[in-house]
């Protein structure tokens, strides 16, 4: 019995061709199957595999920016993943991720820029002032509170950055006094210009050391306790 299928020659009595499909009935039977002529034969397009692959890239790209953006914030508050850095006379533990950037430009001719550090979110400066022998008379064996005394009280510290005062305060059990302000600062952060910035003061026995931590504006309420653990971690060794 020829298929009408494949034209493949078949023994008498075949129910199914060896090509699987169905053979006409002999003895009055009516085969169960319908017939089909090939051009019946509904045949499946294939589906072009390239804009499925370019998606799964989209998507895995996607996912591994969010990843990794999330892997970074992660970074600055997880004390686990801190480093020690060391200075010109100090020492500070910060993200692994912040890297030494360009030396920034001070405004006071008195006070020395030691280091700068950035990221695209947060940054640190740290600047030194020798202490005059006159300075180390009155300064040198005073603590944090008595220091912080003398210099709001003779207003040297007291200044306006965009109309907002910056009120000092000492950090509780803390050997610094710092305040914080929103200024503009070029360069200081990858992200943007327009940063939270905590400038903190430091004094020892014959120099202060002005620390500078900072982050964007709008993620100020994220990291300002991670910013002033910075500053509880650092020391002039």
Not at 35 to 60: G, S
Not at 170 to 190: D, Q, T
Request: charged share 25%; glycine share 8%; with cysteine.
């Amino acid at each position: 019995m020829k298929c009408m299928y494949c034209g493949q020659d078949n023994p008498d009595g075949a129910v199914f061709c060896v090509c699987g499909r169905p053979l006409s009935l002999h003895g009055g039977y009516n085969n169960p199957f319908p017939m089909q002529t090939p051009d019946m034969v509904k045949h499946r397009k294939a589906v072009p595999k390239t804009p499925f692959i370019i998606l799964l890239v989209l998507v895995l790209g996607v996912a591994g920016f969010f990843g990794y953006k999330k892997l970074l914030e992660k970074s600055i508050t997880d004390e686990s993943t801190w480093h020690n850095v060391t200075g010109d006379g100090y020492s500070i533990t910060v993200p692994k991720t912040l890297k030494k950037g360009e030396m920034l430009t001070v405004g006071d001719s008195d006070i020395k820029l030691v280091d700068f550090y950035t990221s695209q979110d947060v940054g640190f400066d740290v600047c030194v002032c020798q202490y005059t022998e006159e300075e180390k008379a009155i300064l040198g064996g005073l603590s944090v509170q008595e220091v912080f005394n003398i210099y709001t009280a003779d207003g040297r510290r007291t200044r306006k950055i965009n109309d907002q005062e910056l009120k000092f305060k000492v950090r509780e059990g803390k050997n610094y006094f710092y305040a914080g302000v929103n200024r503009h600062c070029i360069n200081h952060i990858g992200k943007t210009d327009e940063v939270y910035y905590i400038e903190a003061i430091f004094p020892y026995n014959d120099c202060y050391y002005q620390v500078d931590v900072y982050c964007a504006e709008t993620d100020k309420d994220k990291y300002e306790e991670t910013l002033l653990k910075w500053l509880d971690s650092f020391d002039h060794v």
